[in-house]
C-alpha cells in the first residue's frame, strides 16, 4: 500500500506557483520522498527526491517539514504543460524490493489560463 | 533521446492469445520493471527484474511471467490473455544505485486491448 496521502485533485492559474502538499506520517529515517508526474498518455516522469533536506532542481522545489511527516511540492512557475497527475511516494533508502517504487493516486494538478 | 523503448504503442489480442510485450532501455541500467495503469487503480507493480536471467514478483503477477535474457531487455509475457488484462503497460528501468539516488525512467506505454 501506498505510504501517503494526496488531495485527488488541484487547480493552478497559469504563472503562479503550485503547491502540492503530501503527508507521509510513517515514514522512517531510511525513507526518501520522491515526486514524479505522468502526463495524459505518458510513462511517469521523475521530477525530484529528498531525504530531510530541501531541495531544488530545474523543474521543481521540495520542502520537506522538520519531523519529515509531510512534504510539498512547488512548481514556481506553473504552465499549461504541468497539468498532470502528480505522484508522491516514500522509497527505502536500501535497495532490494524495499527500494521499489509503489504508487498511490496522486494529485491532479490543472493549469488554467 | 529515446531511453525506454517499449514495442507497441496500441495493441489488440484476442482471448487466449499468448501475448510478449517488449522492453529495451539503453542506460544499462540493471533494474527493470513491468506495471499496469488501470482508471482508479493506479500503476501496481507486475513483475521487476535486478539482473540477467533474475525476476521477481511484484504485487500483481497472477496471470503474467516475465524474461530477462540481456540486461536491455525485459519482456512481459501474458501465457493466456484475457479480457481483465486490458490496460496500459509500463516498463521502467533504474540504476543500481547503493543510496538509491535515482529515479527510474519510463517508456511511454502500451495500451492492450484483449477481446
Known amino acids: 500500500d501506498a505510504k501517503t496521502t494526496q488531495p485527488t485533485s488541484m487547480d493552478c492559474a497559469e504563472g503562479r506557483a503550485a503547491n502540492l502538499p503530501c503527508n507521509h506520517s510513517t515514514i522512517s529515517g531510511n525513507e526518501y520522498v520522491y515526486w514524479y508526474r505522468q502526463i495524459h498518455s505518458q510513462g511517469p516522469q521523475y521530477i525530484i527526491h529528498g531525504l530531510k533536506n530541501n531541495e531544488t532542481n530545474e523543474m521543481a522545489s521540495l520542502i520537506i517539514t522538520e519531523d519529515r511527516k509531510s512534504s510539498t511540492l512547488i512548481l514556481p512557475h506553473a504552465t499549461l504543460r504541468d497539468t498532470a497527475v502528480y505522484y508522491c511516494i516514500v522509497r527505502s533508502r536500501y535497495g532490494g524490493s524495499q527500494g521499489n517504487l509503489i504508487f498511490g493516486k496522486g494529485t491532479k494538478l490543472s493549469v488554467k489560463p | ?115
Open chain 2, 1 to 115: 533521446d529515446v531511453k525506454v523503448t517499449q514495442s507497441s504503442r496500441y495493441l489488440v489480442k484476442r482471448t487466449g492469445e499468448k501475448v510478449f510485450l517488449e522492453c529495451v532501455q539503453d542506460m544499462d541500467h540493471e533494474n527493470m520493471f513491468w506495471y499496469r495503469q488501470d482508471p482508479g487503480l493506479g500503476l501496481r507493480l507486475i513483475y521487476f527484474s535486478y539482473d540477467v536471467k533474475m525476476k521477481e514478483k511484484g504485487d500483481i503477477p497472477e496471470g503474467y511471467s516475465v524474461s530477462r535474457e540481456k540486461k536491455e531487455r525485459f519482456s512481459l509475457i501474458l501465457e493466456s490473455a484475457s479480457t481483465n488484462q486490458t490496460s496500459m503497460y509500463l516498463c521502467a528501468s533504474s540504476s543500481l544505485g547503493g543510496d538509491l539516488n535515482y529515479g527510474y525512467t519510463f517508456g511511454s506505454g502500451t495500451r492492450l486491448t484483449v477481446v
